[in-house]
């Protein structure tokens, strides 16, 4: 079973430069998410959503766009990379329209911005 | 203020060894609460969840403490494999899932 699969697994860009990181799950749920983890900081939100074609701004969602359109992918849009944009990224999905149960993260994805 | 805080420890026990964890949440209004492992360089993984009457599964127990605000995980019997990061994660609203930064634990032989 693939669950959620997330890629690149690695990338660096240089300030200033776009890229995607796409999210796709193959288990039918309806919430998906996005987070950055950061040394000391925790998992915190970027955005999420609760099903093809909503969205929602989670905690931290500046400098990132995301859409949804299919129950599937949920790609994740850095618009004019910076180096606070540094971190690892998870995506994540859930059951349900929420995260009221298990949430099921992908392996991540490990960006550096020079 | 963090909605949710851990002691990042780390915490280092001898195999064998009983150890705990606690984590405390802001919100008085959060409705689920769940313990995850992490280990290095990869992604989380549910552990638990944590229900108010607290609950067990085999050598870890899990309590919740509304009246306090606060989970807490027990870990009975620490095996080398035990060693992770331990993040607590509390929901409150229909979206909002807060994670802890998590607490590091490693089992010496």
């Known amino acids: 079973n693939a669950g959620v699969t997330q890629t690149p697994k690695f990338q660096v860009l240089k300030t200033g430069q776009s890229m995607t990181l796409q999210c796709a799950q193959d288990?039918?749920?309806?919430?998906m998410s996005w987070y950055r983890q950061d040394p000391g900081m925790g998992l915190r939100l970027i955005h999420y959503?609760?099903?093809?074609?909503?969205?929602d701004q989670g905690e931290v969602p500046n400098g990132y766009n995301v859409s949804r359109s299919t129950t599937e992918d949920f790609p994740l849009r850095l618009l004019s990379a910076a180096p606070s944009q540094t971190s690892v990224y998870f995506c994540a999905s859930s059951r349900g329209r929420g995260p009221t149960g298990e949430l099921f993260f992908g392996e991540g994805s490990r960006l550096t911005v020079l | 203020r963090k909605e949710v805080e851990q002691d990042p420890g780390p915490f280092n026990v001898p195999e064998g060894a009983t150890v705990a964890f606690n984590c405390t949440y802001s919100n008085s209004a959060s409705q689920s609460f769940f313990w995850y492992r992490q280990d290095c360089r990869k992604e989380p993984k549910l552990l638990m969840s944590?229900?108010?009457s607290g609950n067990e599964d085999g050598r870890f127990t899990a309590q919740l403490n509304r009246a306090s605000q606060y989970i807490s995980l027990l870990i009975r019997d620490s095996k080398l494999s035990d060693s992770a990061t331990y993040l607590c994660?509390?929901?409150?609203?229909?979206?909002?899932?807060?994670f802890g930064t998590g607490t590091r634990l490693t089992v010496i032989p």
């Open positions: 959503s609760v099903g093809a074609g909503i969205t």
């Open positions: 994660a509390v929901r409150f609203g229909a979206n909002n899932l807060f």
């Open positions: 288990m039918n749920h309806e919430y």
């Open positions: 944590v229900y108010s």
